[in-house]
């Protein structure tokens, strides 16, 4: 069955850095574009990144565009966020997920934490 299984989060300082990873399987990674959402408390879940099925073509936030930096391996069935110059708003559940129409799939999230 399709599993998104996202790693690479915890707490880290203002400034710092963290990657997070999202191990896909049971589809066609190589197929599907990709996306990272989050969501903090109280807030709805919003897009972070997306990138296209070769890697090619990105697209983020204008929250994080500079900072953030979304990548995949299609070998390895894993999609990445660099994410540098971390802030304490960016504190968030982080999920990958995809579409295959008309269901969306989602991992199950992993914690950043950006604090001092």
């Known amino acids: 069955q399709v599993q998104l299984v996202e790693s690479g989060g915890g707490l880290v300082q203002p400034g710092g850095s963290l990657r997070l990873s999202c191990a896909a399987s049971g589809f066609t990674f190589s197929s599907y574009p990709m996306s990272w959402y989050r969501q903090a408390p109280g807030k709805e879940r919003e897009l972070v990144a997306v990138?296209?099925?070769?890697?090619?073509?990105?697209n983020y936030a204008d929250s994080v565009k500079g900072r953030f930096t979304i990548f995949r391996d299609n070998a390895k069935n894993t999609l990445y966020l660099q994410m540098n110059s971390l802030k304490p708003e960016d504190t968030a559940v982080y999920y990958c997920k995809f579409r295959d129409k008309p269901f969306d799939y989602w991992g199950q999230g992993t914690q950043v934490t950006v604090s001092s």
């Open positions: 990138i296209s099925t070769t890697g090619d073509i990105t």
